[in-house]
């Protein structure tokens, strides 16, 4: 069956460090992949789409590569703030719109 | 800025009673989309809906639930006679585009507490 695995463990990180987010997934061909972020209580909202002949792509301060032969992604999140603080979810499209989450990794950034 | 709309934000039912979630999409989207969330667990996908048609359900998506655009704005979820395991936070999203690489506008959920 199709998996998508994120660190479930929190990732606390000093503000102004570099936070990297793990997504890998299991029996998918994905043409690309997406990352949300998600705050308490609240839905999930777009960060960035990536797709399978980009190998990296930049928005702001985040980042995102894409390995199709490792079947991984990894989310940066440059010079962080507390105000990242949030989960970070990644997502495919398990067919046409469907989207199918990963559990998330809680990203916590201190003063 | 355009957003997606949910009421109520919270519902509290008993077991075995009617609930219907309502959703305002975004207003020149087509796709609609419910999503829920059981407290501490992933964002599951219930159903894509378009051209007022089901497009794809999940297993969750079983009879008791049923979903309807009964106007053209409004979206609803209507889950007939609820269980203690449907309580969740459910969210509506909805996108220009049915395909993989759109954005999914999500809507600020409702929580729904089933007792």
């Known amino acids: 069956s199709q998996k998508i695995e994120q660190n479930s463990e929190a990732l606390n990180i000093q503000e102004g460090k570099t936070a990297t987010l793990t997504c890998n997934y299991t029996?998918?061909?994905?043409?690309?992949l997406q990352w949300y972020r998600q705050d308490p209580g609240r839905g999930p909202v777009f960060l960035l789409l990536i797709r399978e002949n980009e190998k990296e792509k930049r928005k702001e301060r985040l980042k995102v590569t894409f390995d199709t032969t490792l079947k991984q992604s990894l989310f940066h999140i440059t010079a962080s703030q507390p105000a990242d603080s949030a989960t970070y979810l990644c997502a495919l499209a398990a067919s046409w719109g469907k989207l199918q989450f990963g559990a998330g990794t809680q990203v916590v950034v201190t003063p | 800025e355009p957003e997606v709309t949910q009421t109520p934000s919270h519902q509290v039912t008993q077991m075995g009673q009617e609930v219907i979630l309502r959703c305002v999409p975004i207003s020149n989207h087509l796709y609609f989309y419910w999503y829920r969330q059981i407290l501490g667990q992933k964002v599951e996908f219930l159903v894509s809906f378009y051209n007022n048609e089901i497009s794809e359900k999940s297993e969750i998506f079983d009879d008791q639930f049923s979903v309807e655009r009964p106007d053209g704005s409004n979206f609803t979820l209507k889950i007939r006679s609820t269980k203690l395991e449907d309580s969740a936070m459910y969210f509506c999203?909805?996108?220009?585009?049915?395909?993989?690489?759109?954005?999914?506008?999500f809507g600020p959920g409702t929580r729904l507490t089933v007792l």
């Open positions: 999203a909805s996108s220009t585009q049915g395909v993989g690489t759109d954005t999914q506008y």
């Open positions: 029996n998918y061909s994905p043409a690309y």
